[in-house]
């Protein structure tokens, strides 16, 4: 007797039609914008010239807490955050028994095992990126136990190669805060997220190439956000002694 599997790998068909955009595009505010409003507190944002992308990109973001997902597409231009699906672990988002059809319309998540499968398993959201659709994706797989970058997966240089799009950097930092790692229910904690310059990766390079690439970019940004984090407590500190 065949057991049933724990999670389904399979996207909803349903997810990127008409109705189901303009359903998810009146539930943002409820789901996505009032929540970040409420818990993020004070949020300062910082951005590059991300503004000037006007077709799909993939976004990677930094993973440290399930308030991530709500953050990076609240900061997105509204060119992109409009049309945008974002990958999810499978094995969490899609067990049976789990909303997985909430997650799929609200914040159009699509399931990624995480126990592999090879170039297949990201066959989905090329084909969305060649549909016109952008992707979110976490580059280190699982939320950090510490806040600090961890080790980059291939997926994202993949998808921005085969798809021939560019990759958008996002950071936070203080989400460790508002929702760690093992709570459910999240607090207000102050937040800072920097949107990054996008990167065109040389299509001659290889895999193992655009992820290094990708990779410092992405810590770049980081210790830029740290450094303006640094010089805003500096500020409030200098503020109080005054």
Same mark, same amino acid.
Request: net charge positive; with cysteine.
């Given at each position: 007797?065949?057991?049933?599997?724990?999670?389904?790998?399979?996207?909803?068909?349903?997810?990127?039609?008409?109705?189901?955009?303009?359903?998810?595009?009146? /539930?943002?505010?409820?789901?996505?914008?009032?929540?970040?409003?409420?818990?993020?507190?004070?949020?300062?944002?910082?951005?590059?010239?991300?503004?000037?992308?006007? %077709?799909?990109? @993939?976004?990677?973001?930094?993973?440290?807490?399930?308030?991530?997902?709500?953050?990076? *597409?609240? @900061?997105?231009?509204? #060119?992109?955050?409009?049309?945008? $699906?974002?990958?999810?672990?499978?094995?969490?988002?899609?067990?049976?028994?789990?909303? !997985?059809?909430?997650?799929?319309?609200?914040?159009?998540?699509?399931?990624?095992?995480?126990?592999?499968?090879?170039?297949?398993?990201?066959?989905?959201?090329?084909?969305?990126?060649?549909?016109?659709?952008? =992707?979110?994706?976490?580059?280190?797989?699982?939320?950090?136990?510490? /806040?600090?970058? %961890?080790?980059?997966?291939?997926?994202?240089?993949? +998808?921005?190669?085969?798809?021939?799009?560019?990759?958008?950097?996002?950071?936070?930092? !203080? *989400?460790?805060? =508002?929702?760690?790692?093992?709570?459910?229910?999240?607090?207000?904690?102050?937040? #800072?997220?920097?949107? %990054?310059?996008?990167?065109? *990766?040389?299509?001659?390079?290889?895999?193992?190439?655009?992820?290094?690439?990708?990779?410092?970019?992405?810590?770049?940004?980081?210790?830029?956000?740290?450094?303006?984090?640094?010089?805003?407590?500096?500020?409030? +500190? $200098? !503020? #109080?002694?005054?």
């Amino acid at each position: 007797m065949t057991s049933q599997p724990e999670y389904r790998t399979r996207p909803d068909a349903w997810q990127t039609t008409l109705p189901a955009r303009a359903l998810r595009r009146v /539930g943002r505010h409820w789901v996505i914008d009032r929540h970040v409003r409420r818990y993020c507190q004070p949020l300062t944002v910082t951005r590059d010239d991300s503004r000037e992308v006007s %077709g799909p990109a @993939v976004v990677r973001v930094n993973h440290t807490s399930h308030f991530d997902t709500p953050l990076a *597409l609240s @900061v997105l231009p509204e #060119r992109l955050r409009s049309k945008i $699906a974002v990958a999810a672990a499978a094995d969490r988002f899609y067990r049976e028994g789990k909303r !997985g059809w909430w997650f799929s319309l609200f914040y159009n998540t699509f399931p990624i095992d995480r126990r592999g499968g090879g170039a297949s398993t990201l066959d989905y959201p090329v084909s969305l990126l060649k549909r016109g659709w952008s =992707v979110l994706i976490y580059p280190e797989g699982t939320r950090s136990e510490t /806040g600090q970058i %961890g080790q980059f997966h291939h997926g994202a240089t993949f +998808l921005a190669m085969r798809a021939r799009v560019p990759v958008i950097p996002i950071v936070s930092e !203080g *989400l460790r805060d =508002v929702m760690p790692k093992g709570q459910r229910s999240p607090r207000p904690s102050a937040v #800072r997220v920097r949107v %990054g310059a996008p990167v065109w *990766l040389d299509h001659g390079s290889s895999i193992q190439e655009g992820t290094e690439r990708l990779e410092a970019a992405m810590r770049a940004l980081a210790g830029e956000t740290q450094a303006a984090a640094e010089r805003i407590e500096a500020a409030v +500190l $200098a !503020g #109080r002694a005054g």
